[in-house]
């Protein structure tokens, strides 16, 4: 019996049209840059805010309808929202969907029997993906919700509680591996600290190099080659997360000798509670080849905090794939829509009109970010810029060549440095309008 029966497959309508139930801008089929967009964009629907979320907030309960829900949180009710998942992707037209392993079955009274629940669902979604040809982007274990992580999973002071992450990471490694899930995603919700009176940082920190270390090893032991995932996230729960940006992502993974088998996941709403914009924590992972994957949402400037709001900004959207295109796009990554429909919008067909615009926005983004590439508006400005370190002393610098003795020579010789140029930031803003207005 169908969830959605008064909805059929969403399809590709043009810009001109009104049908709020229709794409405008993603046309699957549409090839951008030699690829099509599906495959650019390989959009994917995360399980927990769309087929998990109730809209609750701190005052008060969950507001959203949900017919297809029983008010049980028994493993029938789950097989039944897997199918319900799963209709519901396959109209959308995505092509990928994520889950933390919580989000898919409910635990039981121990280990054994909370891995036995996720068992019979992961049978029920193995059989959905079959059916529709849907895939997984990335599995990850919820090592935040439980009590039981109160002080932190891999960076716990507790040993049993980390003994009991590395159980769930390992049941999660398997259940991804056997949908054939493309990446594995960490996302430390509460390693990090609220008091440093009470934590030994060094120590955490070296817990949780081990624990992805293992997390490495079983996967070699279990034959899952993709990409591991770190999300990066300053705030919320904790004061302050060790995987607080991008740049403190990358440092960690260097110091534990982790950069062979992660890269990152970033987040639009993360970038900018650490103080960044999206282009610019996607441009610092790219230059150091780590982007892996995105979760596509947006906050709201007058709230600072991760309200996970569906992305519908042009300019957000063609700034983020500017950068996923000059890195090369993603490969076993996704756009994946780590978004909520607000608490008032709580209808069914609430939740396909945030993803079909998430979705639009993404492809008239695509768009204009090959345009200006297309053109080189903003690259031969940049390499003119920077035309000093091309040749002479500039190009010394750059390749390592030169010492701070030869520059004071050659400064001596010449004088002063040449006149710096405008850096043109109003007109190459302009610049970049002129395409959100053309395409």
């Not at 599906?38 to 809209?55: A, E, I, M, N, P």
């Not at 929202?81 to 079955?105: M, N, Q, S």
């Not at 904790?238 to 260097?254: E, G, M, P, V, W």
């Not at 970033?266 to 960044?276: Q, Y």
């Amino acid at each position: 019996m169908s969830a959605f029966p008064e909805i059929g497959k969403i399809a590709y309508e043009g810009p001109e049209s009104d049908n709020p139930l229709a794409f405008r801008w993603y046309n699957p089929d549409e090839v951008v840059e030699g690829k099509t967009m599906k495959d650019h964009l390989r959009f994917s629907v995360v399980y927990w805010h769309t087929f998990r979320g109730t809209g609750s907030d701190p005052f008060g309960p969950g507001t959203a309808v949900r017919p297809w829900e029983d008010g049980t949180d028994s493993v029938e009710n789950a097989c039944n929202r897997a199918r319900v998942a799963f209709e519901f992707i396959e109209k959308l037209g995505a092509p990928f969907y994520a889950f933390h392993d919580r989000d898919i079955a409910p635990e039981g009274a121990n280990l054994a029997e909370t891995n036995s629940n996720l068992d019979a669902v992961v049978a029920v979604l193995k059989e959905e993906q079959q059916r529709t040809g849907i895939k997984l982007l990335w599995g990850t274990a919820n090592m935040f919700s439980n009590p039981r992580f109160m002080h932190g999973a891999a960076t716990s002071c507790n040993a049993d509680v980390v003994a009991y992450a590395g159980a769930q990471v390992k049941k999660a490694l398997e259940v991804t591996k056997e949908l054939g899930g493309e990446n594995y995603v960490f996302w430390g919700g509460r390693e990090g600290y609220q008091n440093l009176y009470n934590t030994d940082i060094r120590r955490e920190l070296d817990h949780l190099g081990s624990f992805f270390h293992m997390a490495v090893d079983y996967a070699k032991e279990i034959g899952f080659d993709g990409p591991f995932l770190i999300e990066p996230k300053p705030k919320e729960p904790t004061k302050h997360q060790y995987d607080s940006d991008a740049a403190a992502c990358i440092n960690f993974l260097r110091a534990y000798e982790l950069t062979d088998h992660f890269k990152l996941n970033i987040e639009t709403n993360h970038a900018t509670l650490a103080g960044h914009s999206m282009m610019h924590e996607l441009d610092y992972a790219g230059a150091q080849d780590m982007i892996g994957s995105i979760d596509a949402n947006t906050g709201d400037m007058l709230l600072g905090w991760d309200t996970d709001q569906f992305p519908t900004d042009y300019y957000l959207t063609s700034q983020t794939m500017l950068m996923l295109l000059k890195y090369g796009g993603l490969t076993t990554g996704g756009v994946n829509f780590d978004a909520k429909v607000r608490r008032e919008s709580f209808e069914p067909i609430d939740l396909f009109y945030a993803h079909i615009g998430g979705m639009d926005a993404f492809a008239r983004g695509l768009k204009i970010a090959a345009a200006i590439r297309a053109d080189k508006a903003l690259e031969n400005f940049v390499s003119e810029r920077y035309a000093s370190f091309d040749s002479g002393i500039g190009q010394k610098i750059e390749q390592g060549k030169t010492s701070l003795k030869e520059l004071e020579a050659y400064m001596l010789e010449k004088g002063e440095a040449d006149a710096n140029q405008s850096g043109r930031q109003e007109m190459l803003e302009n610049v970049f309008n002129r395409y959100i207005d053309r395409v």
